[in-house]
T-cell receptor
Framework: DSGVTQTPKHLITATGQRVTLRCSPR?????VYWYQQSLDQGLQFLIQ???????AKGNILERFSAQQFPDLHSELNLSSLELGDSALYFC?????????????FGNGTRLTVT | AQKITQTQPGMFVQEKEAVTLDCTYD???????LFWYKQPSSGEMIFLIY??????QNATEGRYSLNFQKARKSANLVISASQLGDSAMYFC??????????????FGTGTRLTIIP
């Protein structure tokens, strides 16, 4: 158990809809990262938060947004969903920014857009 | 250009044999960390081992060791005495700290390891 909690585990929704994925980081971790894993794109970094502030952006679409709340949990909002958004979405947390500590991943949310 | 390259899409290894999974990386940053993650068919991402760019010795964690060759920019994962439970996808990743707070973990495309009984 990594200590990172993601809900829900599975989500099935229709095109055009909006969903919210939730992540609770490990106790004491201030950094939260979101990744998308699809079959054809591999693991893609979306966005990073540190102690409530956005720190880095990756390949995140404008239809997607995220935030980290004062209690450090984070939410990833996906709107105007398309079939291509079907993927496994991971949240990861780390104890500090920097290169020398691992990120610990949650079990992911599997999103299926029909 | 790819930051992390894993050239073995798939590998088949006999149980109890050692296996080496290749990983090369590209960075001009002197400070970076290299990581290996395991993703079983159930989907979770499991952290295995870490190597820092300034570490003099190769990292080891139980049956896992990381063969770090800095000049060659390679960070191969070695699994000793493989077990059936080692069958999974393995990802090499690099974390760089280029600007303060502007860093991320970049993954390779992965190697699917299958252990044969």
């Amino acid at each position: 158990d990594s200590g990172v909690t993601q809900t829900p585990k599975h989500l099935i929704t229709a095109t055009g809809q909006r969903v919210t994925l939730r992540c609770s980081p490990r106790s004491g971790d201030l950094s939260v990262y979101w990744y998308q894993q699809s079959l054809d794109q591999g693991l893609q970094f979306l966005i990073q938060y540190y102690n409530g502030e956005e720190r880095a952006k990756g390949n995140i679409l404008e239809r997607f947004s995220a935030q980290q709340f004062p209690d450090l949990h984070s939410e990833l909002n996906l709107s105007s969903l398309e079939l291509g958004d079907s993927a496994l979405y991971f949240c990861a947390s780390g104890e500090r920014t920097g290169y020398n500590s691992p990120l610990h991943f949650g079990n992911g949310t599997r999103l299926t857009v029909t | 250009a790819q930051k992390i390259t894993q050239t073995q899409p798939g590998m088949f290894v006999q149980e109890k044999e050692a296996v080496t999974l290749d990983c090369t990386y590209d960075t001009s940053d002197p400070s970076y960390g290299l990581f290996w993650y395991k993703q079983p068919s159930s989907g979770e991402m499991i952290f295995l081992i870490y190597q820092g760019s300034y570490d003099q010795q190769n990292a080891t964690e139980g049956r896992y060791s990381l063969n770090f060759q800095k000049a060659r920019k390679s960070a191969n994962l070695v699994i000793s005495a493989s077990q059936l439970g080692d069958s999974a996808m393995y990802f090499c990743a690099m974390r760089e700290l280029t600007n303060f707070g502007n860093e991320k973990l970049t993954f390779g495309t992965g190697t699917r390891l299958t252990i044969i009984p």
